[in-house]
Each structure stands twice: as C-alpha cells, then as structure tokens.
C-alpha cells in the first residue's frame, strides 16, 4: 500500500514558502535554544514560535492528539529527569539551592533553582516541538527530497530520508488494514485481558504479517530504485527550488535571532533565572 503524509498546511503562507525555509528555520531555532536557560528570553522565543506555527494554519483538531503526546512525553520527562539527578542544577553548587520540600521515600531536593530549571527546560521543549510541526505538516511530501537535496545533503541520505518519511504513514496504513482484516476473521486483539506480556503475545498475529509486508514492500522499493540506476550517477530533481523576498526575510530574521542569542550566551546573559517568588518561599 502507498500512503503520503498528510499535508496539513497545503495553501497556506507558510506551506506556499520554499520548502527549504522550514528545514533550515528548525536547525537555527534549535541552535538558539539549546545556548538559552533564561526563561524569560524563552517566553519571547516561544511566542514568536507559535505565531510562527499559526502561519502554517494547521488544523488544531487534526494534530490535537500529537499535542498531547507531546506535552505529556516531555513533562514526563522533565519530571525524571529532575527526579534522576537528585535535584542537581547544571552549574550550581548543591550548597547555592533553596530548597522548598523533599520528595518523600526519595529524599530528593526540590528547590527554588530546580522547578526554574525544570520550567524553562519544559517550555525549551515545546519551543522545539512548535518549529518542529510545521516540518511534518507544512512541506509537501513530494518536496522534502529536493529541499535537502539543495541543501547540499548528500542526495542518498536526502532519499532516505524522503522514503523513510513516506514509509512511515504507509506503514499505518499497513497496520490498519492488517487489523481490519483480523477482525473480519473474527480476532480481537485489543480484547484482551491481562499483563503487558498477554498484550504482546495477542498483538503477534499482526506484527508477523505487518513486519513481512514492510520487508517485501521495501525489497520492491530496492529493485525499482536499481532498475532505474539509482546511484550510479548524479540524480536530477523535476521540483524546481528558488527562495522570494518572504523566504530570504523569514531564514534572516532566524539567523539574527541565532546571532544574537550566541553574543547574549557569551556575555553571560542567557543563564538560568530563577523565580524571585519561589526564592521568597525558600526563605532566601
């Protein structure tokens, strides 16, 4: 079965920009954020990412379960990974934290500098996750290929990426109708009772059929790929890519975000900020 992406953001002003825009907007957000601990500078960079995303006009409704994986997967997270590291804040010495309480049985400091740190990490987060959508949803499918290809990505990982982003819906696809097909035989694997082991073995007569149709599909993929003398030689792309005025404008107002966050990061301006209000509780 072949099935592409959905393309959520087809017509609208972010999905009319050239494919590339998106690409290169993520990899410069994600090198400003990842020099930035202030939450505050966060905040600003957050918004922008969000009126950002809105240009994209992604449906909320389509995307509101990936939301919530998302905010769910990275509070989860963020809360292990405070737990993990005992209440430990990156540079600061355990003898600078405030702590407000200790975690019962765990005896792990939760401190004033801890629930910043895990606030800004968190909003970091979902910083990356609001420039990462528009990537999944608002560059046509057939585009992806050519716009890493003209980023100078060597052209096999750029197809390998292109396939690999169209198997996986297809692998869905796949799935569905492997359950859809059970069911007309009368199994009901989610009808079931028991462990996480009773689950795994009730969900093998779908993983069997699923995993040797993906084999299969891939092999034809291969031999097709060789047939036409798939890197033998240079490939050439049919899409033609050229960046406007609103493409230029868009990836140079990333690279001066990204220019002037790395000067704040060497002027030491971009550190952890930790709420006055939780500083008060502690006693500090």
Known sequence: MIATPRYLGRGSWLGRRDPRVPLLVGVLTAATVIQIWDIRIIAILFIIGQ??????AIPFR???????FAIVFVSILVVVNTVLTGGAIGDYDRSDLHPLFYLPLLGTPIS??????????LLRFLTFITIGFPIAYAIAPSDLGPALARLRIPEKFAFGVDLTY?????????????IDAQRVRGYEWDRVRGGPV?????????????????????????????????????????????YDRADRLLV?????????????????????????????LAGA
């Open 166 to 178: 169209r198997f996986i819906p297809s692998l869905a696809a796949d799935l569905q109708e492997t």
């Open 62 to 68: 389509l995307v509101r379960r990936q939301w919530a």
């Open 112 to 121: 004033a500098e801890s629930l910043s740190y895990g606030a800004t990490q």
């Open 198 to 242: 009773a689950r795994i073995r009730r969900a093998i007569p779908l993983m069997v059929p699923l995993t040797m149709n993906a084999i299969v599909g891939a092999e034809d993929t291969i031999d097709a790929m060789d047939l036409r003398g798939f890197g033998t030689g240079r490939r050439t792309w049919l899409r033609e890519l050229r």
């Open 252 to 280: 140079g107002t990333a690279i001066a975000i990204l220019v002037a966050a790395t000067v704040a990061s060497f002027a030491g301006l971009t550190k952890l900020w930790v709420f006055p209000l939780l500083l008060a």
């Open 51 to 56: 009126l950002y995303y809105r240009s994209a």
